[in-house]
């Protein structure tokens, strides 16, 4: 094992068996108390069309009126004309464990002659959410943190029998790096199961071919056999087709259910042979609650920060890097002295080259000066040779020594 540069000594780790029970295999229940004691705080966002199920679907979701019976505008009212965002929440309790749930509606998605744009106020709400998270983290006492952030997204799909809309595609494609998207196909029971069957196959189809990414429940961890399973079967129903009442019938053979009553039978809320609400409810809220907090957490906030603290500066964030982390302060240091080594090595050199240009021209001069010098002897002597040799000339030949005097004499024989 590797550890970072510093100046705490990595301990010596060995295995050792215990003598008698210590108690921290207690540690578990210790986590579990202090969850149960704090709650536990779930926001789920619903888009789709006005009309599709959604406040019904809520309601059958948690098992509580979470919406009020709606009040719909009369005929001649003026259409809204942005998408709104609402939300509400509710303290609710099962085996003492508490849950703020909260449930963010966007009425007026797709409502009108041109959506366009109504992604934008939803991821708007979105990213707000982040916003105000980061702005408790920064804080200066973090004990109190309210997580609001939306950890799902449930999006409604009209159930059309063909294919996405570009309304869906668009608005899947605009969100999915910030929301646990999750498909779903309302009322699923205005449909037969052979055509339930090919426009799941036809949705999955576009949200492949657009590279949307859905919540997936995971199925490579190490879980038990049993999660595993379960979370097979739950992937394999996306998108989950459902049905949502909260009215409770009585069937033909006497039981009493959550559903829908028509002419020809009862459609069972919570019969899995009728719809995927059961493997819906168990996916949102039994098995991959702490899994969507989590991913919403960790990958999609994670995600967002970044691109945000990134768009702030990347300069201020680089060097905040480097202070932290000592291995990378040590990393830049290092490079800094090798800077700087080769740069007096590169001075070291260009001295020296300038110091042996210098010495070359001085020997050189004086190279020039000895040959002058030498020169001026060798002429010197030859001149002293060449009179010296006129000299011993005129001694054999018996003429006057002195050239002036026999001139003076040449020239008086010359007057005479
Ligand atoms: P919202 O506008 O999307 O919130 O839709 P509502 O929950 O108000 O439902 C609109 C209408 O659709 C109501 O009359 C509901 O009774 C009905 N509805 C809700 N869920 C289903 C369903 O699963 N199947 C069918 N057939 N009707 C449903």
Redo the contacts with the bound molecule.
Sequence with gaps: QTYPASNIAPPQVSRKQLMGYVGFANLPNQVHRRSVRKGFQFTVMVV?E????????VNTLFATPLYPA?ELPPPSAEPAKTVSIESISADIEESDVRLRLTVVDTPGFGDYVNNDSSWKPILDNIEARFDAYLDQENRVNRSKMVDNRVHACLY?IQPTGHTLKPIDIEFMRRLHTRVNLIPII?????MTDEEVTQFKARVLADIRYHNIQIFQAPTYEKEDEETLAENEEIASRIPFA????TTIIKTPDGRTVRG?AYPWGVIEVDNEEHCDFVKLRQMLIRTNMEELREHTNLFLYENWRTDKLIAMGVEQDQSVFKEVNPAAKQAEERAMHEAKLSKMEAEMKMVFAQKVMEKEAKLKQSEEELYARHREMKDALDKQRMELEDKKRRLESGRPLTPEKSNTRKKGFLRT
């Design positions: 789709g006005s009309g599709l199920g959604k406040s019904t679907l709606k409604f309302a009322k699923a029971d205005t459902v049905v949502g009442s829908r």
